[in-house]
């Protein structure tokens, strides 16, 4: 798939992406949301955390974040394109 048909595929699912391309190093610190994410990770790689646990997400991986719910990210070595989305 590429990233048209991927951000058509996220809006069918009702939630409002959108596109970031972040460079490699980039630390997201510990924070919450109110409602729930949904990140699509197109290329490069990012390890996220979530509670107490920690995923390693490279393309096509997707991670569902409750909301209330503390988590953090750092980007990896070559940065990381995704898809962040919200419920619409």
């Known amino acids: 798939m590429d990233k048209d048909q991927i951000f058509a595929e996220i809006k069918k699912e009702g939630f409002s992406p959108m596109y970031f391309s972040v460079p490699a190093g980039f630390e997201y610190p510990t924070h919450s949301h109110e409602t729930r994410k949904l990140l699509v990770f197109l ?3 990012m390890t996220v955390k979530v509670g107490d646990e920690t995923f390693h997400c490279g393309p096509r991986d997707r991670i569902l974040i409750p909301g209330n719910i503390h988590h ?3 980007v990896g070595n070559n ?9 619409i």
Not at 79 to 86: D, L, Q
Request: proline share 0%; net charge negative; with cysteine.
């Open 79 to 87: 940065g990381c394109n995704f898809f962040w989305s919200e419920k």
């Open 43 to 45: 290329d490069g790689t």
């Open 72 to 74: 953090s990210a750092i």
